[in-house]
């Protein structure tokens, strides 16, 4: 009896910690999921905030050239898509606003952008996807990069601290002399002290992008004077990604 009394709690205390990890496992799934919610909602908030304007300049940093590399098509071709998503969009607005006289829902909209796609003999998916990807939040070269904590360090101090831990560092992986190392590490530390300079803009004001936009060509002009291939640009980049003071 009392060793059935002892496998009978046993039980009872065992079934009684799996409903506990049970219950901690679907906590932690819903804690996820409504993060995730809400990280998707202020993306999706960041990518709706600015006016068709900037939409159309956005259009033409990100989404331009990716359209001319996988459609296989020209730059004027390029530059008529971004018009027709700039002429959608204040369709679309103007619907928000019940001040739209020609269509009254946004699918109307889009039915109107397929036709107009047609013209430039882009059809099917291919238009599809375009429709998907009309009020894309930015890429690459409209992100800005940079480490707060730099904020106490002159540029002759960060290149200085980035020589004596990465300069060794950056020869062996990169594959570059010691000159290209040293200007790699000029051109980073130049690229931080700007970027700290621009992110004092605020997040809603366009001309964020816009500097971002001039720093980061301006950095890539740099890597490119030091002679680097585009492997060794890409690794370049990562590794400050990777490496921090």
């Known amino acids: 009896m009392r060793e059935e009394y002892f496998e009978h709690l046993n039980k009872i205390t065992s079934n009684g910690y799996h409903l506990i990890l049970n219950e901690q496992l679907n906590m932690k799934k819903r804690f996820w999921s409504i993060l995730a919610f809400f990280i998707f909602s202020a993306t999706t908030?960041?990518?709706?905030?600015?006016?068709?304007?900037?939409?159309?300049?956005?259009?033409?940093?990100?989404?331009?050239?990716?359209?001319?590399?996988?459609?296989?098509?020209s730059e004027e071709t390029a530059n008529k898509i971004g018009q027709i998503n700039y002429w959608a969009t204040l369709q679309k607005l103007k619907i928000e606003a019940n001040t739209n006289d020609t269509f009254?829902?946004?699918?109307?909209?889009?039915?109107?952008?397929?036709?107009?796609?047609?013209?430039?003999?882009?059809?099917?998916?291919?238009?599809?996807?375009?429709?998907?990807?009309?009020?894309?939040?930015?890429?690459?070269?409209?992100?800005?990069?940079?480490?707060?904590?730099?904020?106490?360090?002159?540029?002759?101090?960060l290149v200085a601290a980035y020589k004596t831990k990465f300069r060794k560092k950056i020869i062996d992986q990169l594959g570059v002399n010691g000159r290209q190392a040293d200007l790699i590490i000029d051109a980073e530390a130049w690229?931080?002290?700007?970027?700290?300079?621009?992110?004092?803009?605020?997040?809603?004001?366009?001309?964020?992008?816009?500097?971002t936009v001039q720093l980061n060509k301006e950095f890539d002009k740099k890597l490119v004077m030091i002679d680097l291939n585009e492997q060794q640009k890409s690794q370049a980049v990562e590794f400050f990604i990777q490496n921090q003071l």
Not at 116 to 126: C, M, N, Q, V, W
Not at 135 to 154: E, H, M, P
């Open 191 to 211: 690229k931080q002290k700007e970027a700290l300079v621009v992110a004092q803009i605020a997040e809603t004001d366009f001309n964020r992008i816009r500097k």
């Open 45 to 73: 908030i960041h990518a709706q905030q600015w006016s068709p304007e900037e939409q159309l300049e956005l259009f033409g940093y990100c989404e331009k050239g990716l359209l001319m590399k996988e459609l296989g098509i």
């Open 104 to 157: 009254v829902t946004a699918n109307e909209v889009n039915q109107e952008v397929l036709k107009k796609y047609k013209a430039l003999s882009i059809t099917g998916e291919r238009a599809k996807g375009l429709i998907s990807r009309m009020s894309a939040s930015g890429c690459a070269i409209t992100q800005l990069k940079f480490n707060k904590s730099y904020d106490t360090l002159t540029k002759v101090q």
